[in-house]
């Protein structure tokens, strides 16, 4: 009893930073244009209650089906350590790499858009390596 109560206020957390988040980011946009459109606070709403309604109808289909085969056997999570372990020193090499090249380059500044394109790329990455890995 105490560990669903837990999961409930964990997902209750989880959801209250979601529309947080949704809801800062309404109000910055009305900041920086000068009108603030409430209407998209539905979205924000609707949006989070509606994926959260689908991740728990598909997580209550999926424990129906597969009854208690577990998704992650030992071999499944050593292979996924042994994936993240191996990316983490690639990009941590790869990433000092790039910047001692760019260093003896005389690149003196970088745009904060192309970060955000280059951390995106990672988080794709190591995402889809993910999948393949649980997947071996």
Do not use: H
């Amino acid at each position: 009893m105490r560990n669903k109560k837990a999961l409930y206020v964990g997902w209750v957390f989880i959801m209250g930073c979601i529309m947080t988040g949704g809801l800062i980011g309404i109000y910055l946009i009305g900041k920086e244009t000068g009108e603030y459109d409430y209407s998209l606070a539905y979205s924000v709403v609707g949006g989070t209650a509606g994926g959260f309604l689908l991740f728990f109808l598909y997580s209550k289909l999926m424990k129906k089906r597969r009854r208690n085969v577990p998704s992650f056997d030992e071999r499944s999570l050593i292979l996924m350590q042994r994936y993240l372990m191996i990316v983490l020193y690639a990009l941590l090499i790869g990433s000092g790499a790039v910047l001692i090249t760019l260093y003896a380059l005389g690149v003196q500044m970088i745009e904060t858009g192309m970060l955000i394109v280059c951390l995106m790329g990672v988080y794709i990455v190591i995402g889809m390596g993910a999948l393949i890995t649980k997947r071996l």
